[in-house]
């Protein structure tokens, strides 16, 4: 672990100190989150960066409304089409 040091506005001080490693925890995988949506790390990096397993990290993430796959129902019905139609083709 290492300790960094960084500017935050006062008010936020009462939030960025965590009382138990459980909050702790949501704070980091929440700094990580904005690098698994660019794409710059995957949810299973930032579960390894956290010490945590990957279906974890997803749990956790679904617990505080962040989704794991963000799709439209029309985008993943799309990908289910595709999906049924190759099974047909390969047969």
Request: hydrophobic content about 45%.
């Given at each position: 672990?290492?300790?960094?040091?960084?500017?935050?506005?006062?008010?936020?001080?009462?939030?960025?100190?965590?009382?138990?490693?459980?909050?702790?925890?949501?704070?980091?995988?929440?700094?990580?989150?904005?690098?698994?949506?660019?794409?710059?790390?995957?949810?299973?990096?930032?579960?390894?960066?956290?010490?945590?397993?990957?279906?974890?990290?997803?749990?956790?993430?679904?617990?505080?409304?962040?989704?794991?796959?963000?799709?439209?129902?029309?985008?993943?019905?799309?990908?289910l089409e595709t999906?049924?139609?190759?099974?047909?083709?390969?047969?």
């Open positions: 672990m290492a300790v960094v040091s960084m500017e935050i506005p006062d008010e936020m001080i009462e939030f960025a100190m965590p009382s138990n490693k459980d909050e702790q925890l949501k704070i980091n995988a929440m700094i990580l989150y904005p690098y698994i949506q660019q794409g710059t790390i995957s949810h299973g990096r930032a579960a390894e960066i956290l010490g945590i397993f990957k279906m974890d990290l997803i749990t956790l993430y679904g617990k505080m409304g962040l989704p794991y796959i963000e799709m439209s129902e029309d985008e993943i019905e799309e990908e999906v049924r139609y190759l099974k047909e083709v390969m047969k």
